[in-house]
């Protein structure tokens, strides 16, 4: 029997501020909410604006960690900074890099918690694939991740933080070198495609896409930000509405039958429910098409049949089906399509008119491919008997 996950937030988030005195994290406070604290901590009316403004910057655009680098801040004002703020992002545990350039990180939360974290480096863009959730409550059967019980939402800072430590990784900083060379940033795209489903953690999403899309924030723009849901029908237009970033869809299947099973959301708001939802969609357009992202799976969804389904179920939605082979892990019960049948299925759906690119796997080798990312020491903790019987009961 699935368990369906309420729309509100149910699970434990790490409080902004606690009763007994600790200083408050600086990263990921909204600029209202940083303006209020900041006025709180003593910082003069007069300098409040100017003061937050040197501080995002910081913070945002240069990547300092350290109060004591901010320089253009009075030492008066730096004081205080020190004495109510912190500046705390994820640690990172273990850092692993592919073959291809991959790289995955474990990242240490508040309360000994883990998630982990994507940056694949491609020719013409880098993109960071960011976790929403300690662990996911969606349980779908073909992705690692689900296998992995639903522990806590990300906080606002926990989710900025994974793009800032990525960038200090990566040494990403602007430089007066950098801009000479006209150096393009090595980050530049983000994907809300890793552990958890963000559309049960929005206000903390939305809160932290605010910071990634601010000019004089991270300043990435919206275009190059992608939300990737299963399908919480409810909240999906909010992405369109309340954030603006691009939309991708977790579809995976052409019948209810066997999304039903793929997908378990799917019995709570099943296709047409969803493909309703999205011809609604705020943001739809031919410029801003919908992907719908599917996974090729051997003898379950890959069918020529399935391939024209998909084209008269998303009829009239500008779209691009993003085509992507299974990308098995241990205990995984599907297997990849062939190659020849992911390309004869492409086809198809190319032959209709829609863009059909299938997804090259990327650092398979370190198990960070999609569909792959889990804690480490969930991922030691069961075995592969366990895991199967999880994902059939």
């Not at 024209?308 to 691009?320: E, F, Q, S, Y």
């Amino acid at each position: 029997m699935i368990k369906q996950t309420p729309l509100i937030n149910d699970f434990v988030t790490v409080p902004r501020r606690k009763s007994d005195g600790l200083k408050l994290n600086i990263i990921g406070q909204s600029r209202q909410s940083l303006l209020e604290q900041l006025s709180i901590a003593g910082i003069r009316d007069e300098h409040l604006k100017m003061r937050l403004d040197q501080i995002w910057g910081w913070l945002y655009q240069k990547g300092i960690t350290d109060f004591s680098q901010m320089k253009n801040i009075s030492k008066e004002a730096r004081a205080v900074l020190e004495n109510h703020f912190v500046i705390n992002i994820p640690q990172i545990v273990k850092k692993e890099i592919s073959r291809d350039g991959t790289r995955k990180y474990l990242l240490k939360l508040t309360g000994g918690h883990e998630v982990e974290t994507v940056f694949i480096p491609e020719v013409d863009r880098g993109t960071l694939c960011i976790s929403s959730q300690v662990g996911c409550t969606l349980t779908c059967s073909f992705c690692h991740t689900g296998t992995q019980k639903l522990v806590r939402n990300l906080t606002t800072s926990e989710i900025i933080g994974q793009i800032l430590l990525a960038r200090h990784d990566l040494q990403d900083w602007p430089t007066k070198e950098k801009s000479l060379a006209r150096q393009p940033r090595k980050l530049s795209n983000v994907v809300l495609m890793g552990m958890g489903e963000p559309l049960y953690n929005f206000e903390a999403v939305k809160d932290a896409m605010y910071i990634a899309m601010d000019p004089s924030g991270i300043s990435l723009s919206r275009r190059r930000i992608t939300l990737s849901t299963s399908g919480v029908v409810p909240e999906i237009s909010k992405v369109g509405s309340e954030i603006g970033c691009m939309l991708a869809i977790s579809f995976h299947a052409t019948t209810d039958e066997v999304r039903n099973n793929l997908v378990p959301i799917n019995k709570r708001w099943n296709i047409s429910a969803l493909l309703n939802e999205l011809r609604n969609y705020p943001r739809l357009s031919n410029s801003e098409r919908i992907t719908f992202e599917y996974v090729m799976l051997k003898g379950i969804n890959d069918s020529d049949e399935d391939a024209r389904r998909l084209i008269n179920l998303i009829k009239g939605i500008p779209a691009k089906i993003n085509l992507i082979p299974f990308n098995e892990w241990p205990g995984a019960p599907y297997k990849r399509s062939s190659n020849n049948r992911i390309n004869a299925f492409a086809t198809i759906i190319h032959n209709a008119g829609y863009s059909s690119p299938i997804r090259r796997p990327r650092g398979e080798d370190i198990m960070a491919a999609c569909g792959q990312l889990k804690s480490v020491t969930e991922r030691e903790r069961k075995s592969k008997k366990q895991i199967i019987q999880e994902i059939t009961s």
